[in-house]
């Protein structure tokens, strides 16, 4: 269950969208976190070799001065989604070491 976690003190959840983000809110409300403190993330593959981060424009402004977050993801085949994110969050000085997959696929 995911209430009976150990989850590290973090002030921001960052869901991976598609499937993070339900997870991503419930794990907020579970830490008593406002659904403001949440900032969804997409990574995307557009086509071979095309792979983006992508942080939506309403939260440019939110992302800068974090202290540190919470990476959520539904599923997670490689961890390349995963790494991808949380390599962006780093190089914008965020520490983004804390993350939780709902499901690991071997």
Known sequence: KLENLDYPNVDTIVPIANG???FGYIVANILDIPHDNIIPIRYS????GDERVYLPR???DKINGLDSVLVVDDVSFTGKSLNKVKSFLSKRNINAENSLVILKLI
């Open 58 to 60: 309403i939260f440019s």
């Open 20 to 22: 993070g983000n339900e």
């Open 45 to 48: 593959r557009l086509k071979a």
